[in-house]
Structure formats: C-alpha cells, structure tokens
Nanobody, 123 residues
C-alpha cells in the first residue's frame, strides 16, 4: 500500500508561482510512476504531469508545458510540481497519484491518490 500526502497549495496572483509536494510512504517508492492530476469545479479530473521511475522521463499536458516542472527525490520519497506563470484557469484541486511500474495519462490507471491540495489563482 502507498500513502500519499500533498502540501504546498494556496492562493496566488496570476503570474505567480507555487510548488506542490507529495510525500509517499508505505512501500518502496522507487518502482512507482508518479503523476499530478487536477480537478476544477464543475470539470472532470485532468492529467497535468507525470514522471517515470526508470529514467525520470517527464510528460506534461499541453496547457502547462513550459510553465510546470515535475521532479522526484528518491532519497526523500517525494515528488514535486513547480508551477510558474500561473493563470486563473490553473485554479483546481491538485492530486498526487502513484502506480506501479509504467506511467499512465488517465486517472483510472492510478490506484493510489493523495487527499488533494487546493490551488487558487486570482486575476
């Protein structure tokens, strides 16, 4: 079993930055692909970014490419999402997710989820 706890959400003005962190515990973290998803009010959950466990390959949704950066620290069992040049449309609850081995781009592929962190971007 993998437990995930997000931190770092908050309120920021458009153009600002936030950094989300996700601490993993419960199992060997090294063989798990990690991802971030988000869900805005009235909208479906959507993929934001993912990072593989094997070679550290990263993937981003087109809407955040060039502004967000995902990274992971194996020693600390954490994955982070650095969000720069934030826009009001980035406002959502952000979820950290984990799955064993291969990464995916759909929420249903991930069995482990954090509780979510609210990110609000004001215009």
């Amino acid at each position: 079993q993998v437990q995930l706890v997000e931190s770092g959400g908050g309120l920021v003005q458009a153009g600002g930055s936030l950094r989300l962190s996700c601490a993993a515990s419960g199992r060997t973290f090294n063989s798990y692909a990690m991802a971030w998803f988000r869900q805005a009010p009235g909208k479906e959950r959507e993929f934001v970014s993912a990072i593989s466990w094997s070679d550290g390959s990263t993937y981003y949704a087109d809407s955040v490419k060039g502004r967000f950066t995902i990274s992971r620290d194996y020693a600390k069992n954490t994955v982070s999402l650095q969000m720069n040049r934030l826009k009001p449309e980035d406002t959502a609850v952000y979820y950290c997710a984990a799955k064993y081995w291969d990464l995916g781009f759909h929420g249903y592929e991930y069995p482990y989820w954090g509780q979510g962190a609210q990110v609000t971007v004001s215009s």
